[in-house]
């Protein structure tokens, strides 16, 4: 089974959907699931205590988890100046804090098998080091350092794990975001084309593959950076 | 329920999957040529997990001090044996 966070929309819900259209067996972790039409729990990845408790009931079915994604965001476009400092703390909880928390608690499940992908989620903001981004690029540039030092001490357990730093796809992540900021964004990428949920996918599907399994602490940026 | 000599006698044997030599309450786990790497450390601690539950507790491995040789649960047998016997203890 593969583990998917922020399930309920944007990449989250994208990659779950298409997974599943794999006839692969997902549980999506979000924290409302009730419009959910897949296997899901309810989980705050920002709350130790949640994933704990996913962490233990998926223990205790015997559950067996070949893969966890950390799609689980926030963003906020915001000078670092004028942002408030609870949104601050939302930001690094969610997206970086989140995604420990679900690597700590979910990862010895997999260590168990001595097999497993993570997959977490960078941005194409640390790349860039996008102007009204700083607090969510912090965020996310300590996922990229949290990526490299597991894969580290995961590869003893044969697990892999990889970041995708996506630039802007077109979800609700960034719909605060004008077609002349994206534009902006995406002319800096190598390949300078805005790309949709499914480039993300198929990136997850490589990194889901066995195929993929000599790469590990990798960043790997949707459209290049 | 268990008694805290048996529950001492189960981490000692798991430890001597690891370790090179008979195990005793003083056979150092970290920083030691005959103690265990990172990834036995893990694996001790998933076996420990394991029989933690079944002896009707879950033991947490989780330590701001995990990695001090002077503070550490995990610097000797002993040691481990003995913070697993205290969860045992407080969360029966």
Known sequence: MIIVTGASRGLGNAICKRLISKNISVLGLARYTDDLTFESMSCDVSSYESVKNIAQRLRKDGISIAGLINAAGIASM????????????????????????????????????????????????????????????????????????????????????????????????????????????????????????????????ILLDPRSNSLSAQVLHIGGA | ?????????????????????????????????????????VELCLELEDKSLVFGFEFDWTSDVAMSRSRSMFRTAGSLASEFIDQMETKK
């Open chain 1, 78 to 205: 915001n000078l670092a100046v004028t942002t408030p400092q609870n949104v601050s703390m939302n930001i690094i909880n969610t997206n970086l804090l989140g995604t420990i928390y679900c690597c700590q608690l979910i990862a010895p499940l997999m260590a168990r098998n001595k097999t497993g992908s993570i997959i977490n989620f960078s941005t194409i903001a640390v790349a860039l080091g996008l102007k009204g981004e700083s607090i969510y690029a912090a965020s996310k540039a300590g996922v990229e350092g949290f990526t490299r030092s597991f894969a580290r001490e995961m590869a003893d357990f044969n697990i892999k794990v990889n970041c995708i730093a996506p630039g802007p796809i077109d979800t609700d992540l960034i719909r605060g975001v004008t077609p002349t900021q994206i534009q902006k964004i995406v002319s800096q990428q190598i390949i300078p084309k805005q790309f949709t949920p499914d480039a993300v996918s198929d990136l997850v599907e």
């Open chain 2, 1 to 41: 329920m268990i008694s805290k000599e048996d529950a001492r006698k189960s981490v000692f044997s798991a430890i001597h999957k690891y370790v090179k030599c008979d195990v005793t309450e003083s056979t150092v786990l970290l920083g030691s040529d005959t103690g265990i790497n990172s990834m036995q450390l």
